[in-house]
């Protein structure tokens, strides 16, 4: 589903973010994205959804190049930044139609979704309401919800726990794994290595903007726990810098 290939990119001055990085994600998948504050992490995210430019590599979604075919590659995917912007002018239903119409979701389908999705993540008394009233886990729940809605391929979350109770997690974790059972991919970054371990399928750990380990989360895992294992990646890259 998401191909990344020899991914660099250097932001104006001279540093490097991301450096020839490589790595895959497949149809059903839930690869989770580790790595220290400023790793790079939140720059391939923003690569893959299209919103950097970078300066070597191929990103892939679906097939379609995102450089070549943006518009195909960005209708499959839907991306979610750690403090999504919204526009608090409006109210939650408004801001959910406006999507659905921007992805041409039928009315009757759009309908059905955000009930489904407004339900689970208990939501629904406060579409009404104007976003700039809503808290910050509200504002998550919101955004998720608009992501979710879309039915997207390719969903990439970045840091989608922040901000979120226990249940509202709970719930968005379900969906996760519902998305991906229905033919679709998650890559998603996270510090929280606990959840990451028990969700996902695939792991990839960077470093410095360098591909340091990626792997089934089992085998990566081992004997041992995520934390204990990025703590030593991050310790053994500590020593050969």
Do not use: W
């Amino acid at each position: 589903m998401l191909e990344i290939s020899h991914l660099s990119k250097t932001y104006p001055g001279g540093k490097k973010a991301v450096e020839d990085l490589s790595f895959s994600v497949q149809s059903g998948e839930i690869v989770g994205f580790i790595g220290h504050n400023g790793a790079g992490k939140t720059t391939t995210l923003r690569c893959v959804a299209g919103i950097l430019d970078y300066t070597q590599g191929t990103i892939t979604i679906g097939g379609h190049d995102i450089h070549a075919e943006p518009v195909l590659a960005k209708q499959i995917t839907a991306f979610l930044p750690d403090n999504p912007d919204l526009y608090e002018f409006l109210t939650g239903i408004a801001y959910l139609k406006f999507i659905a119409d921007l992805y041409s979701i039928p009315k009757q389908e759009r309908t059905q979704r955000i009930g489904k999705y407004a339900d689970a993540f208990e939501m629904t008394d406060a579409l009404g309401d104007p976003i700039g009233s809503y808290s910050h886990g509200m504002k998550q729940k919101l955004a998720l919800i608009s992501a979710l809605m879309r039915q997207p391929k390719l969903l990439i979350l970045d840091e989608p726990f922040v901000g979120l109770d226990p249940q509202a997690a709970f719930v968005m974790k379900g969906f996760l794994k519902e998305l991906c059972g229905q033919g679709g991919a998650v890559l998603f970054s996270t510090h929280v290595l606990e959840v990451a371990q028990k969700l996902c399928d695939r792991i990839v750990i960077i470093q410095k903007g360098h591909l340091v380990e990626q792997g089934k989360t089992d085998q990566i895992v081992g004997n041992s726990d995520l934390e204990s294992v990025f703590l030593e990646l991050a310790q053994e890259g500590e020593r050969n810098a």
